[in-house]
């Protein structure tokens, strides 16, 4: 998974419960790993990572469902990921 041209990519991604998705931040610029949408993270939030450049973090899904992702630095950064049983 990569962070790329201030875009997470792809931006719809599915995996299973108890998947960790690794970000790998390719640009040159600071950004986060948000549960959240629209640079606005959720009122309890399941992460939030800061990323700095060109930094890989890790965030495990635990649960299934659909989670939105964002950047708090860059609010035009969004992906949703399902998360199958």
Same mark, same amino acid.
């Given at each position: ?8 990519? %792809? %931006? $719809? ?5 108890? +998947?960790?998705? =690794?970000?790998?931040?390719?640009? =040159?610029?600071?950004? $986060?790993? +948000?549960?959240? =949408?629209?640079? !606005? ?5 399941? *992460?939030?990572?800061? !990323?700095?450049?060109? !930094? ?5 899904? =635990? !649960?299934?469902?659909? *989670? ?6 860059? %609010? #035009?950064?969004?992906? #949703?990921? #399902?998360? $199958?049983?």
């Amino acid at each position: 998974m990569e962070v790329s041209g201030f875009e997470f990519v %792809p %931006p $719809t991604l599915e995996v299973k419960a108890g +998947t960790t998705v =690794r970000y790998v931040n390719k640009d =040159r610029a600071a950004h $986060t790993v +948000t549960h959240g =949408r629209e640079g !606005q993270p959720l009122s309890e939030p399941a *992460f939030d990572v800061p !990323q700095e450049k060109e !930094q890989t973090v890790e965030v495990e899904f =635990r !649960q299934p469902g659909e *989670f939105p992702v964002t950047c708090k630095l860059h %609010p #035009t950064m969004n992906q #949703t990921v #399902t998360v $199958t049983p």
